[in-house]
């Protein structure tokens, strides 16, 4: 078994448990980007296949042979997607965390007409109107949803400002999810999960508690 795997998988029933969740009603996507082939190979040995890559040029490069041995992964994109990469994203990843915008929702409603995939995804909500994180704002989001109709959405994602307490952002992107009727919410990383669970997450991205840390980039 995977230490550090059994040890989150632990902590997510637990928070589960606090909550009268059940610990499969959330997703752990383990965070694999800026790690080699070689750091991924151990959570699947481990049996997990949920993971995620923030970019898809880096994804492109590193997940077709490790899908070639392992098909059964699921493979989430959580970064910001520029438009132009549209179709190699829907290509490439079975969900997308990170729409924001209605330039992007045309770029991927077309490109999953060009090639009749349609990878589930994700609103993601700049919660603590921070625009350098990407994210709509939340006062767009009803008319981002109504642009993105012809999408498969199915729930909200955020990422909360970091050293401040995350549980007030996380209730908000629930309260939101609900008022417009989405299941999905994909909140909370490495120093939050529990909390996001608590209240509520259907996906965590959790990376630096699976990996360690990164040779580059913060701590998911």
């Known amino acids: 078994m995977h230490p550090a795997l059994l040890d989150v998988q632990t902590r997510i029933a637990k928070a589960a448990r606090l909550a009268n969740r059940e610990p499969d009603a959330t997703t752990l996507i383990a965070v694999s980007k800026n790690h080699p082939p070689e750091a991924i190979e151990p959570l699947l040995a481990a049996n997990h296949r949920h993971f995620g ?12 042979p490790l899908r070639e041995r ?17 179709d190699d994203a829907v290509a490439l990843f079975d969900v997308i965390h990170s729409v924001d915008r209605p330039s ?17 995804c994700f609103i993601q909500v700049d919660i603590g109107e921070e625009p350098q994180k990407g994210g709509c704002a939340v006062a767009d989001l009803p008319a981002l949803l109504s642009a993105a109709r012809d999408l498969p959405v199915i729930g909200l994602m955020c990422v909360p400002p970091a050293d401040v307490e995350a549980a007030p952002y996380f209730a908000l992107l629930a309260k939101l999810a609900r008022d417009h009727g989405l299941a999905g919410l994909s909140m909370g990383m490495s120093d939050d999960f529990e909390t996001a669970i608590t209240l509520g997450a259907t996906h965590v991205r959790v990376g630096s508690a699976l990996f360690g840390a990164r040779a580059q980039g913060g701590a998911a």
Request: charged fraction near 25%; proline fraction near 9%.
């Open 53 to 64: 890559e923030n970019r898809v040029q880096e994804a492109q490069a590193k997940w077709p």
């Open 70 to 86: 392992h098909p059964d992964v699921v493979l989430h994109l959580v970064g910001q997607l520029q438009s132009n990469k549209a």
């Open 104 to 120: 992007l929702v045309t770029a991927l409603a077309r490109a999953m007409d060009k090639s009749g995939k349609r990878p589930p």
